[in-house]
């Protein structure tokens, strides 16, 4: 599915992620956990093209057997080629636009065809209506599944902070993307939403979508994640499933020798 | 004999590069100084001043009214009327810069990011037709107050010269640019407009009064943007209510090329515009001058996007 | 007692900026410059600042801040909830106007739907996409100059050359918004200015070609299909194939009603586009760049559209403006023309249809009514002292303008109708208030 091999980022005189290889498997939830400074985001900003690494490669292979070099894809086109998609750690949502547009956005380059690029439609020509309301279908499926729905015409910028967090993932997945990368998708909500959260992204990988998952909350990581890969200092440290993970001294080393009580592996 | 004549062709031909170099580098000084206050005004609080080249043209005219009113009231010993009628200047525009500042940027602030640059609009036009109005559309003559200079060398009739009022311009400019540096790099008010540019409302967290800070920002920008009025004056001696808007987008695109927010990047992008305006005019046409001040600047920003001296902004996401 | 405190400071202020510069004028006479003294004035604008900085702040004593935002609020509710009835009633007005107002009104109407065009044109651009374009006079001129051209040297007509100054305007857009677009955004604001200086200059010395500032003239009006509207009457005339008497005020009609034609396609293209992938894509720019591409959505690309977009319609405004004015020279394209342009789309509220109309009929309108109130001041004012005065007044005309902006957008900052409208519903479309709706950083 996606393999990172011998990665590398580095600004400056900082190497923020250090040869870092790593495979994430079709179909399971992958979590990428580290201390603060682990470089945890600059990896996943290397693989949905927001950086160029500064050496290695990072490669994506679909169920087809297309592969996708993302390290030297421009960013826009991992979205809409390699349909990885993913959420930001400070949500990223449309604020001024409803959440249904927010997850028509989403859908823009299946819609853009629809119009004939966006001349016909103009006129009324096209197949466009009925590419609309197949949008609008999707969307109204994300809406359920995230629970949304009876906010689907509120502008995003006034949902409360666990329902934009919601949203954000609606979104992404409105790309039908083959893997979703999510940058700490539990940060700041309560355990109520913290199982919800569970729930919803057990059910994405249930439609088979594959997951990529940075997270500072263990109760998340360790319940639902298939295989974890443990980042400090910008070198993997750890790799495994989450007992093997656990039960690793290098594991407990870093993270004892930070000294941060709430990061300690459950 | 040919090998002769070209050697002396080279020379005229250096005599001449050299002639425009003096010109270019007096001309990049102007800019310079006006391109400070565009970079500290958008370092603090990220909008383009647009009346700022305004306010370096209400300096132009305050100098020409201090050099009259001065020459009017029999002060006539060059150096103690230049003088006065720099620190006039300089002190009016300051004011000016202020009430700019208090009447159509404050009630604004934390508002709306093209609010602002509409109501700065509103201000470079109301400063224009102001001084229209009040002083005349005409162009104002003014005598050369300092004539003659120093010739560097002559070719075949062509003197490379070198005027009083450019070295004057020159020593004036590093000698305020100097001074600049000291207060923004040494003291304590340099220290709170550093830290209001690095974080306005942390800054305001910590007790900086960010309010006083940034009117004394205009206020020091107009006071320079003055003395390159002052100076714009005496190097050119005409001026009109016009020139402020052409100087005012060249210094802009100075401070641009230089790096937005870095000081000496305005100076660096005044000296390069200076310098470029002048070669063109020189070797090929004066009519295309701006344009290819312009042009340059677009060809720069799409290989260096953060301008000479700017900082590189990465993006967080 | 503070506030006599403030105001007395403030007039101190006043003394200071306005003794140098309004109280000591530079005279030429035949001995070169001197100075005169104008003490009257500079003291009525002094007691005016005195007084209306202590009316002011008495003003305000009495209403708090929060009672201010209320009523603001409250005004932009009322005129997004008129909104609907106030668009049909203006449309109403505007296709009726021709036949109850006089030459003036109709001349001025051209001129305000000209720059509601102009307004909906840049819309496009600053007020959906959010990029900041100052130089939007640029396209407007290419538009202009293609149109005044291709009837020169080709003989080509009007409505044939319409869609080509569009297309050249759009082409132009895309040649410059290509490398600059990927610029931040407010390096895009110095070069599409430094664009729109660059264009004017061009325009001036490329003399062969566009006359220099001399400019082109005998630019040929339009027809009404093939019919001219020639005051001689004769064959193949709009007045000899009605059979009706030639009237100049004819043409003005026509052209109110090919302006208004142009500036209602512009509106529905734009409408119609909102509610379609490209608008939406546009509008999400606006609100987050790094979202979109995060989407798979190409940003450059899609801000170039907007840019290509926005151009055209500036082309379209640019043609007619050549051929209503029937000569052009470089001085009408000036960046103030772009900057009253942005103003309008600024203080009609960014992304607003309704808004941008509004704030072309104040600013352009009132700019114009104002300049017929000022002549008909100095009519009347026969006095010797007032004389003087009298023949300066039009040229506080800009004066005026620019201090309205300042004062407009310190009063509303938001513009006129500041909510957004969503382009899309699962059950009934609510208005988005404006705190929520971004304002772009292209």
């Given at each position: 599915?996606?393999?990172?091999?011998?990665?590398?980022?580095?600004?400056?005189?900082?190497?923020?992620?250090?040869?870092?290889?790593?495979?994430?498997?079709?179909?399971?939830?992958?979590?990428?956990?580290?201390?603060?400074?682990?470089?945890?985001?600059?990896?996943?900003?290397?693989?949905?093209?927001?950086?160029?690494?500064?050496?290695?490669?990072?490669?994506?292979?679909?169920?087809?057997?297309?592969?996708?070099?993302?390290?030297?894809?421009?960013?826009?086109?991992?979205?809409?080629?390699?349909?990885?998609?993913?959420?930001?750690?400070?949500?990223?949502?449309?604020?001024?636009?409803t959440v249904l547009e927010n997850l028509l956005v989403a859908q823009h380059n299946t819609l853009m065809a629809a119009t004939g690029f966006g001349v016909l439609a103009v006129v009324g020509l096209g197949r466009y209506r009925a590419a609309e309301a197949k949008a609008i279908e999707k969307a109204k499926h994300w809406l359920d599944a995230t629970g949304l729905t009876s906010r689907g015409d509120d502008p995003a910028g006034a949902l409360p902070y666990g329902a934009q967090r919601r949203l954000e993932i609606a979104r992404a997945m409105c790309t039908d993307p083959v893997m979703l990368c999510l940058d700490e998708p539990a940060a700041g909500l309560n355990p109520r939403e913290s199982e919800e959260l569970n729930q919803l992204l057990l059910r994405i990988r249930g439609e088979g979508c594959s997951l990529l998952l940075i997270e500072h909350d263990m109760g998340v990581v360790m319940r639902i994640s298939d295989h974890i890969v443990v980042l400090d200092h910008g070198k993997k440290i750890s790799d495994g499933t989450p007992a093997e993970v656990r039960a690793d001294p290098a594991v407990i080393a870093a993270y004892l020798g930070e000294g941060e009580d709430d990061e300690v592996p459950a | 004999m040919v090998a002769l004549r070209a050697i002396t062709n080279r020379v005229c031909a250096l005599a001449y590069a050299l002639q425009q170099l003096i010109n270019g580098v007096t001309l990049g000084m102007i800019y310079g100084l006006i391109a400070v206050g565009y970079t500290m005004v958008y370092g603090i609080i990220g909008m383009i001043n647009f009346a700022h080249g305004d306010i370096f043209m209400v300096g132009a005219f305050l100098s020409l009214i201090a050099l009259l009113g001065l020459a009017m009231i029999g002060l006539t010993w060059v150096p103690v009327a230049l003088a006065l009628a720099l620190i006039f200047a300089a002190a009016i525009a300051a004011l000016y810069g202020w009430t700019v500042e208090r009447v159509a940027y404050r009630p604004l602030r934390g508002s709306f990011r093209l609010a602002p640059l509409i109501s700065a609009i509103g201000m470079s036009i109301t400063l224009q037709n102001y001084v229209q109005v009040s002083q005349g559309a005409r162009v104002k003559p003014l005598a050369a107050v300092l004539p003659g200079g120093v010739q560097l060398m002559e070719q075949d009739g062509f003197t490379v010269q070198l005027s009083w009022m450019q070295i004057a311009i020159v020593i004036v400019t590093i000698v305020i640019l100097g001074i600049f540096t000291w207060l923004v790099t040494r003291t304590p008010l340099g220290r709170t407009m550093r830290a209001c540019e690095q974080d306005l409302k942390m800054a305001s967290l910590l007790g900086i009064d960010t309010d006083r800070t940034i009117s004394l920002t205009f206020v020091i920008g107009a006071a320079l943007a003055a003395v390159a009025g002052f100076m714009f004056l005496l190097y050119y001696g005409v001026i009109d209510f016009y020139i402020g808007f052409i100087a005012g987008v060249k210094a802009f695109t100075a401070a641009v090329l230089g790096g937005i927010g870095s000081l000496p990047g305005a100076v660096l992008g005044g000296l390069l515009i200076g310098l470029i305006e002048v070669f063109w005019s020189a070797y090929f046409s004066v009519e295309y001058k701006d344009v290819a001040a312009f042009s340059i600047l677009v060809v720069a920003l799409i290989f260096l996007p953060t301008g000479i001296l700017g900082r590189a902004e990465v993006e967080k996401v | 007692m503070s506030a006599l405190r403030d105001a007395f400071l403030s007039a101190l202020i006043a003394l200071g900026l306005f003794v140098p510069l309004v109280g000591l004028i530079t005279t030429t006479t035949d001995r070169g410059l001197t100075l005169t003294v104008r003490p009257i004035a500079t003291a009525v604008l002094v007691g005016l600042v005195f007084f209306g900085r202590l009316a002011f702040l008495t003003w305000r004593r009495r209403h708090t801040g929060r009672e201010i935002v209320q009523s603001n609020r409250a005004f932009a509710e009322a005129l997004s909830r008129a909104g609907r009835f106030v668009a049909p009633v203006l449309l109403l007005f505007a296709i009726a106007m021709p036949f109850f107002g006089s030459r003036y009104y109709v001349d001025l109407g051209i001129l305000v739907l000209t720059y509601v065009m102009l307004g909906w044109g840049l819309n496009i651009v600053v007020g959906l996409a959010g990029l900041l374009d100052l130089g939007y006079v640029a396209f407007y001129a290419v538009g202009a100059y293609s149109y005044a051209l291709f009837a020169q040297h080709f003989g080509l007509g009007f409505w044939t050359c319409l869609p080509l100054a569009g297309i050249l305007a759009a082409l132009w857009g895309i040649m410059l918004g290509f490398p600059v677009l990927r610029l931040r955004g407010d390096y895009l604001a110095i070069v599409t200015l430094a664009f729109g200086e660059i264009i004017r200059v061009v325009l001036i010395n490329w003399t062969s070609l566009t006359n220099g500032p001399n400019g082109i003239s005998g630019i040929p009006r339009p027809t009404l299909f093939g019919l001219q509207f020639s005051m001689d009457g004769g064959e193949g005339t709009v007045a000899h194939f009605f059979n009706i008497e030639p009237a100049t005020i004819q043409r003005v009609i026509f052209l109110y009603y090919v302006i208004l034609g142009l500036a209602l396609l512009t509106n529905w293209v734009t409408l119609r586009l909102r509610r379609l992938p490209l608008g939406r894509a546009w509008e999400a720019l606006r609100e987050d760049e790094v979202a979109c591409r995060s989407l798979g959505i190409n940003v450059t690309s899609t801000k170039l559209t907007a840019f290509a977009i926005g151009a055209l319609f500036g082309g379209f405004a640019g043609a007619f403006f050549a051929t209503r004015q029937a000569f052009i020279s470089p001085e009408s394209f000036t960046f103030i023309e772009s900057a009253t342009v942005l103003a309008i789309v600024v203080l009609g509220g960014l992304g607003s249809q309704l808004g941008v109309a509004l704030a072309a009929l104040v600013m352009i309108g009132g700019l114009e009514l104002l300049r017929g109130f000022l002549s008909y001041l100095a009519d009347q004012m026969h006095s010797p002292l007032f004389a003087d005065l009298a023949g300066e007044l039009p040229l506080y005309r800009m004066l005026i303008f620019g201090l309205a902006l300042v004062v407009m957008m310190v009063l509303r900052p938001r513009g006129l109708v500041s909510g957004r409208t969503p382009s899309v519903a699962l059950g009934e479309r609510r208005e988005i208030a404006a705190e929520l709706v971004a304002q772009g950083r292209g």
């Open positions: 599915m996606l393999s990172v091999s011998d990665l590398s980022m580095r600004f400056g005189g900082l190497m923020a992620v250090d040869g870092l290889s790593f495979e994430a498997k079709p179909g399971d939830i992958t979590a990428v956990i580290g201390p603060n400074g682990a470089g945890k985001t600059t990896v996943f900003n290397c693989i949905t093209g927001f950086y160029r690494p500064t050496g290695g490669s990072i490669t994506l292979q679909h169920a087809d057997g297309r592969r996708f070099s993302l390290h030297a894809m421009p960013g826009h086109r991992i979205g809409a080629t390699a349909k990885v998609a993913r959420t930001f750690q400070n949500i990223r949502l449309f604020a001024g636009m | - | -």
